[in-house]
């Protein structure tokens, strides 16, 4: 077993406070996430939460491998409850992220992407060096319409220079757009998906409450931890 294994810093007991094994409703259950359900109760699937933390360790063995090589690993979770998660543990780890909306794109036209947050980067140093005063005040309006969607959809891959190693998604339906992607170029899918998701597209599923903030926290405490550890 590997040192992530020997020593998982994520309890079953912490799983099941932040309410991680809350699934979703029976007769939403997808047949994939079968495995995973330890039970029944008020209609309400209960996840298996000894499968959930064997899960995280595994995804995390495989994290720990991807940050020795160098490549990044981009989270994914635009869903209300997931937007300011995925964003702060993405932040704090020196991490892309995407959390308001996927553009179509963002990998099988990876090269226009760039271009549109290039485009971006070159309108805020022309702000910062002042060059932005030689413009009408119409057009520095214009400019800074244009440059309010860029950041809007684009600031949080400003760093992403190339295609990331992996993509953890929260709620892979919800992100079916950027889960095809990664699958037709073969990146590597992680993601943390509730009982009525279709985990047979994720490489590591992490099956648990994706409708929780709490939930969706915790999961991404641990897997933005495998950088923040070993950070310098």
């Known amino acids: 077993m590997t040192e992530i294994a020997k020593k998982p810093n994520i309890f079953v007991q912490g799983l099941s406070e932040a309410g991680v094994h809350y699934g979703s409703r029976r007769a939403r259950r997808h047949p994939s996430t079968k495995p995973f359900v330890f039970g029944t109760k008020n209609d309400i699937e209960i996840i298996d939460l000894e499968k959930t933390e064997s899960s995280i ?3 995390k063995e495989f994290l720990a491998k991807l940050r ?27 991490l892309p992220y995407v959390a308001l909306r996927w553009i179509g794109g963002t990998f099988t036209n990876f090269d226009e992407i760039r271009k549109r947050v290039e485009r971006l980067g070159d309108w805020e140093a022309k702000s910062n060096s002042g060059e932005l005063n030689k413009y009408t005040k119409k057009e520095r309006a214009r400019i800074a319409h244009e440059v309010g969607n860029l950041k809007r959809f684009f600031s949080g891959i400003v760093e992403m220079h190339e295609l990331p190693g992996a ?18 170029l073969g990146i590597p899918l992680l993601g943390l998906a509730n009982t009525d998701c279709d985990i047979s597209v994720l490489d590591y599923p992490i099956v648990g409450n994706d409708k929780s903030v709490a939930s969706i926290k915790l999961i991404m405490d641990e897997i933005v931890g495998v950088w923040l550890q070993h950070r310098t």
């Open 57 to 59: 360790i595994k995804a």
């Open 68 to 94: 020795e090589t160098g490549k990044k690993l981009l989270l994914v979770g635009n869903k209300s409850e997931a937007r300011s998660v995925i964003e702060k543990a993405a932040i704090r780890a020196g």
């Open 167 to 184: 993509v953890f998604v929260v709620d892979p339906d919800k992100e079916s757009i950027a889960v095809t992607e990664a699958k037709k």
